[in-house]
């Protein structure tokens, strides 16, 4: 069985990403691409879907200590046995040609018995390669895939796997590189473990010495700029919301989700993290990828793309695969893809916004991108629809959608007025106007004075909490104030934010089942809480998000209370991105406050 989701870390290219286990064994490793067929799948399975340990041969296969190489993404994992001390360095230089995973093996203390079994099952665990040798080097094949191990360990087969055990000493170091190419290929680029190491660690230094942020929370910080980084597919720009597939929201059910694509929803605070830390080049290459992708006609505009913009991600079963924890089903690609989101309208809008307003330079061509986007939502906005969380009930009109209805007219308005930018200015006006009148009508509960999660709905949403960070109301609104304490009162359990409630009747998504606390709404929360002057509220639910983290820093998308562990997809982009701006958030009201005293 594959470990608890808090158990893994993440190494990767930038093109593609694994996942190492506390017991040195590699469980998801999809190549070459983020979104190609996993040929480690133990993650969804166990080890005969594939699977890659190396550790020592006998005691507890579980690390004594592991941690990054100081602001890296090179993984040291460390065990103590009574013969000695030896370390797992584990890492994915940043690609070149064809992708790597190197291994190196280095006695600390003392010489301890390794062990190591490799084995490899392309097509997410469904097809068990033919291996053979080509010289000193393993290579096995299937289809399209191959893949190459070499190494002074010889290993030899067994049951479908290939092992060895080996002994290692105090300073001695034992290398594996494995590679992929297309099976066509006869022969394997050849990489120099150490010289591969040294590249590896001078380009994660180089990367993170731009960081410009040196407050309290660097350390945090600093590694989800790295997690997000790796979550980059390189040759686009774009940035998937995790590597992985079907890791599901609530032990055993259902609600198990493909997330190696690239969503809109996540444009703007991706944007904002990246350009506050000093990134600018990472933020211009993922505006890129997003004016590349939702080029065309506005009425096809998607939620979400792949790595390289690609718009068909049709979802299916791997019926093959127990699931997680036997949470099933495992899926691949994504249905939600055809959905109709009225959000991402506001959220391209704001993105391109904020990138003229941060100095990313473009051309003519995306004004008039921005254009046929507002003048096609002029005659679709007041339409229901599936809204920002993808629910697979009926649509409905959703308030933080139409939010950002009003955000994209507003973003359009702001273009003419402060960069000069030719439109029909009094026309956007009196949409913005007509939005903004409509939401405070029939989205807002006099009541129980707070925003709902769609018009006539008794229920919250924690996307309400959105609301003044996009400037609809400013904090200080009572409206807002009233918003933020409704949903702090009705969707905090456990002291974490829901998304919405899922055991009640009127549950917008339908679908069976519990989930856990969303992290991303948690983080939304201590911001609203910090802007309407509840500093101490808002540092303590920051310090309890943190201490979620696993060892090495990570998040996965859910935090489940009644269990005390990690759900969902691992890790999340949209955990670590709203980790950031919170905590700039923080550290820039710790210098107002210094500046005022």
Known sequence: MSGWIEDYALIGDMQTAALVGRDGSIDWLCL??????????????????????????????????????????????????????????DFMPPRGGAPHLVRIVEGLRGTVRMSTALRLRFDYGNVVPWIHRNGTELVAVAGPDSVWLSSPVPLEGHNFAHDATFTVSEGQRVPFVMTWHPSPVEESDHLDAEKALSRTERFWQGWVGQCTYEGDYRDAVVRSLITLKALTYRPSGGIVAAPTTSLPEEIGGVRNWDYRYCWLRDATITLEALIRSGYTDEAQAWREWLVRAVAGEPQHMQIMYGVRGERRLAEWEADWLPGYENSRPVRIGNAAVGQYQLDVYGEV??????????????????????????????????????????????????VHSKVMAWVAADRAVRMIEEFGKEGPIERWK?????????????????RRNTFTQYYGSQELDAALLLIPEVGFLPYDDPRVVGTIEAIRDDLMVDGFVMRYRTDRDEVADKLPGDEGAFLACSFWMANALLSIGREKEARDLFDRLLALRNDVGLLAEEWDSKHGRQVGNFPQAFSHVPLVTTALNLSRHDGHRRSEN
Do not use: K
């Not at 133990?42 to 041969?57: F, M, T």
């Not at 009196?430 to 006099?446: K, P």
């Open 32 to 89: 070459p691409h983020f979104d190609s067929p996993a040929c480690f799948t133990a993650l969804l399975g166990d080890e005969q879907n594939g699977n890659w340990w190396i550790r020592p041969a006998s005691g507890e296969p579980r690390a004594t200590r592991r941690r990054y190489r100081h602001e890296t993404l090179i993984l040291e994992t460390e065990w103590d046995t009574p013969e000695g001390s030896v370390r797992v360095i």
């Open 349 to 398: 809008m704001d993105v391109l916004h904020l990138a003229r307003r941060s100095g990313l330079q473009s051309g003519e061509h995306v004004w008039g991108l921005q254009r046929s986007l507002v003048n096609y939502l002029e005659w679709c906005w007041d339409e229901p629809d599936e809204g920002l969380w993808e629910v697979r009930g009926p649509r409905q009109h959703f």
């Open 430 to 446: 009196a949409l913005r106007d007509t939005i903004h009148a409509e939401v405070c009508e029939y989205g807002f509960d006099t």
